[in-house]
């Protein structure tokens, strides 16, 4: 399976939340799954941290590559088309993060864990 974490996901993976479900939990550590991080995690942690609204965030600010190996994920970069489709889509959810997290999934055929039920209604698979 390929995962593509939500950024409260990525935040409660490596923080050992005890919010992450059972499994998403499960999904992110069966070592036969792919698990993506997008670059969009960092750039909504990191503006969420530098307002205030997310101290937890720190690690992952400070050092995403970091974060990233030691968990074993692999980064997604955004591409054109990610932009394209994100800015696009003919949903009323404005988040500008979700929106693009949404169409990496739809376009790379990614499953988010996400506990946000808003991505069904945007056609994406979603695990929580």
Not at 85 to 110: V, Y
Request: net charge neutral; glycine share 4%; no cysteine.
């Amino acid at each position: 399976m390929k995962l593509l974490l939500d950024t409260h996901t990525l935040l409660w993976t490596m923080n050992n939340n005890p919010r992450l479900s059972r499994s998403a939990g499960t999904a992110i550590e069966t070592l036969t799954n792919d698990v993506f991080v997008s670059v969009v995690n960092v750039w909504e942690a990191a503006t969420k941290y530098r307002s205030g609204k997310l101290p937890e965030a720190a690690r992952l600010v400070s050092d995403p590559s970091s974060v990233f190996a030691q968990l074993r994920f692999v980064s997604l970069p955004v591409y054109v088309e990610h932009a394209r489709l994100g800015g696009s889509m003919p949903h009323p959810h404005k988040d500008p993060f979700d929106r693009m997290l949404a169409a990496q999934a739809l376009i790379e055929g990614l499953t988010l864990v996400s506990k946000d039920g808003v991505f069904d209604s945007m056609l994406v698979t979603r695990l929580w």
